[in-house]
């Protein structure tokens, strides 16, 4: 894991009224497989920045290193091959397939038919298009959001190293953009690009950046990751920008399983009412989780209840599963389930619904609190 | 899906029956005037009519389009933009002046350029530029229309000017360009005749000689194979649309003949 890119003041000056810089020396290095989100106001030079890059626009000064070598030295057009390049309106070619559309780097690289055949079916599966219902397909037969993951398909094709984004979800409605975030984290970690991904917004950019570059007027602000961003804004602007629910927006960055107490006090529900309550006491729980023999979450005993007769077994009286929490689901989430259900707390479940531990409202704030 | 019948039925009234009925219209003018009679007789001078009119048509057409998309092209050129408001208002001034208007400034101005204002040539210079506006026209339109997004992404992605030009833009613009072209080639078609007027030759000669003469025979026997040349003609353009342009962009079969 090296420095894939690394810029190193980076100044643009659009010539005329008063010389402005739309970027001024701006410095930071990503390294290899991190996503940085490029987050600030509108004219704040985030997309001047991204196209400098790719050299869509020139640099008036500063350098720009990818892979150790200057951007300024390559030709261009090799250079734009080797960066994924993906832009809001997506800008596929109307008269090519979509299969086309995929193959048109592969095919100026001069990869041969086999290789590039192989590439676009693969890029289909990845995107979640299957290719025999759409390689032939024309782009305008297509939805937004399906077009917009052939484009960051038809970025990918050439393997470049690294990509480009610009506002790729913008233009996309809220429930298919929250879809897409997620897909593509999910193809992320699959094929580990570096990328640049210029947003607007900022809860975006804290989903989708392992780092954060936040600009404010050509000018870098902070660049940190979502969580010292969050947790440690530099000055008022930053804290002002990621919002004054910045704790909550915290929420996002952990899992349930991070933030959960292992070993939650448990009873098997074939064991007697009478035992379930001492071990209570002992453990001095309102509220236990009876468990089947594997382990398997079977519902919850309200030990506060004193109508139980203490012969009977816990699974005549314990109250059935109504909610659990997956381990992998987002502590924002799991907030939020909380406190639409009245325990207090909620069981946290593997993919097989065994328990795995429990998550009460302190154990949020202490992971909060770090 | 629709049941086979009812889609054959569709397309013998939408398509079939009008082209039908049009080119019976005209072969029942045709033999009634004697037009197939005196066509008959003059054999020889038939040929060299249609030869000499498929000529004026078929130069002045290639010239037109050759012309015509590589002006439109080189107009949308980045540096273009005020060359280009020029040439459209030129162009756009140039396609209002009727065809025999056309045909009169040829015999008018070229003398003055040193050239004979009679003959076939002139008829062809006439022909081209009355033809070749609304190919300028279309081909700068229709790439012009061609996104700014497409481009980006292209431009972004590596691509050299050159392969968007021939990948992206051209065939992005195809069918207006083809638009272009298929008004062009009925301008040049329904002008073609008047070429006669300055010498040009083609069958002109027999529709003037017919109306001179009021002999509706010798008049049909050169109408009506004009009539036939400018159907064909535009049933092979569309033809040719329909090959050439992707589906991608295809918007509708508005071709009735196709």
């Known amino acids: ?370 | 899906m629709i049941p086979m019948p009812v889609t054959i039925f569709f397309q013998l009234f939408r398509k079939i029956l009008p082209v039908a009925a049009t080119i019976g219209f005209v072969c029942w003018i045709y033999s009634s005037y004697g037009a197939w009679a005196y066509t008959f007789e003059n054999k020889a001078e038939f040929f060299k009519l249609i030869g000499e009119h498929l000529v004026l048509v078929i130069i002045s057409m290639t010239a037109a389009i050759g012309v015509g998309v590589t002006l439109g092209t080189i107009m949308t050129r980045r540096g273009m933009e005020k060359s280009a408001s020029v040439i459209m208002a030129v162009v756009n001034v140039w396609q209002s002046v009727p065809s025999l208007g056309v045909i009169a400034l040829a015999y008018g101005i070229l003398p003055v350029l040193g050239m004979s204002g009679i003959g076939m040539v002139p008829a062809l210079i006439a022909l081209f530029f009355h033809a070749v506006s609304p190919i300028v026209r279309n081909t700068y339109a229709g790439i012009d229309g061609v996104s700014n997004d497409v481009i980006e992404a292209a431009t972004g992605m590596g691509l050299t000017k050159r392969q968007i030009l021939f990948q992206i833009e051209l065939p992005n613009a195809l069918p207006v360009i083809m638009g272009g072209i298929r008004t062009s080639s009925a301008i040049i078609v329904g002008t073609a005749p008047l070429a006669f007027l300055i010498g040009g030759g083609g069958l002109g000669f027999w529709i003037f000689t017919g109306i001179a003469l009021v002999d509706m025979g010798i008049m049909t026997a050169g109408a009506v194979p004009v009539a036939l040349l400018a159907m064909a003609i535009d049933y092979l353009l569309g033809l040719l649309e329909k090959t050439i342009v992707s589906k991608g962009i295809l918007q509708d079969d508005y071709d009735l003949a196709v």
């Open chain 1, 1 to 370: 894991m090296g420095t894939m890119l690394s810029l190193q003041d980076v100044t643009k000056i659009y010539p005329g009224a008063g010389n402005l810089k739309a970027v001024d020396e701006l410095s930071f290095d990503l390294q290899e497989g991190e996503i940085c989100t490029v987050v600030g106001p509108s004219g704040c030079g985030k997309t001047t920045a991204m196209k400098m890059i790719n050299r869509l626009i020139s640099i008036t000064s500063g350098k720009i290193y990818i892979d150790g070598e200057n951007v300024a030295r390559l030709n261009t057009i090799e250079l734009r091959r080797k960066i994924g390049y993906v832009i809001q309106n997506i800008g596929l070619f109307p008269n090519m397939t979509i299969g086309e559309n995929i193959a048109i780097i592969p095919k100026l690289l001069k990869w041969n038919k086999g290789r590039i055949e192989e590439k676009v079916l693969s890029l289909l599966e990845i995107v979640n298009l299957p290719p025999d219902m759409y390689r032939d397909r024309y782009p305008r037969e297509l939805s937004g959001g399906q077009q917009q993951r052939i484009g960051v398909a038809r970025a990918m094709a050439g393997d470049p190293p690294i990509m480009l984004m610009d506002e790729p979800f913008g233009a996309i409605d809220p429930i298919n953009r929250e879809h897409l975030q997620n897909e593509f984290l999910k193809i992320q970690e699959k094929v580990k690009k570096t990328i640049i991904f210029v947003t607007h917004d900022i809860d975006e950019a804290i989903k989708m950046g392992d780092k954060i570059c936040l600009l404010k007027d050509g000018h870098l602000v902070q660049f940190a990751s979502p969580e010292e961003m969050l947790v440690n804004p530099k000055n008022d602007f930053v804290s002002e920008f990621v919002g004054g629910d910045r704790t909550l927006k915290r929420l996002n960055l952990f899992t349930v399983k991070k933030a959960m107490q292992k070993n939650p006090p448990v009873v098997l529900k074939t064991e007697t009412v009478g035992a379930a309550l001492n071990r209570s006491k002992e453990l001095g729980q309102e509220c236990l989780i009876a468990i089947d023999k594997e382990g398997g979450f079977a519902g919850i005993l309200n030990c506060k209840d004193t109508s139980f007769s203490p012969d009977v077994q816990v699974k005549d009286v314990m109250d059935p599963v109504r909610a659990w929490l997956p381990s992998h689901s987002s502590l924002k989430d799991g907030l939020s389930e909380i406190f639409t259900h009245d325990y207090g707390f909620l069981v946290v479940v593997d993919d097989a619904r065994k328990v795995l531990g429990w998550l009460r409202t302190d154990d949020i704030k202490n992971t909060l609190k770090g």
